[in-house]
């Protein structure tokens, strides 16, 4: 079983970056799909970005062109650097291998 732990949530003003990062208690190398996952109060979980093994990389609508996301398979984590952050980006930002092993999350707060 992969455990994630995610880190570098926090409070930004809108217009600012984070950059969160994804650490799995094992290797990465072979497994096929890391994503990122965000959930807004009151909302649904929605994704924002996958990455594949080979390093092809998608993202929602939203966040397209703002957000990167990448895989540093030797050290076992993946991150997520997040620019040009809006209120409507704010929510708990959790990874997950596979969709079925998921962190905890860490907590992005973007103030207008």
């Known amino acids: 079983q992969v455990r994630l732990v995610e880190s570098g949530g926090g409070l930004v003003q809108a217009g600012g970056s984070l950059r969160l990062s994804c650490a799995a208690s094992e290797s990465i190398f072979r497994i096929n799909l890391m994503a990122w996952y965000r959930q807004a109060p009151g909302k649904q979980r929605e994704l924002v970005a996958t990455?594949?093994?080979?390093?092809?990389?998608n993202y929602a609508d939203s966040v397209r062109g703002r957000f990167a996301i990448s895989r540093d398979d030797p050290s076992n984590t993946i991150d997520l650097q997040m620019n040009s952050l809006k209120p409507e980006d704010t929510g708990v930002y959790s990874c997950t291998a596979l969709g079925l092993y998921w962190g905890p999350g860490t907590q992005v707060t973007v103030s207008s």
């Open positions: 990455i594949t093994k080979d390093g092809l990389t």
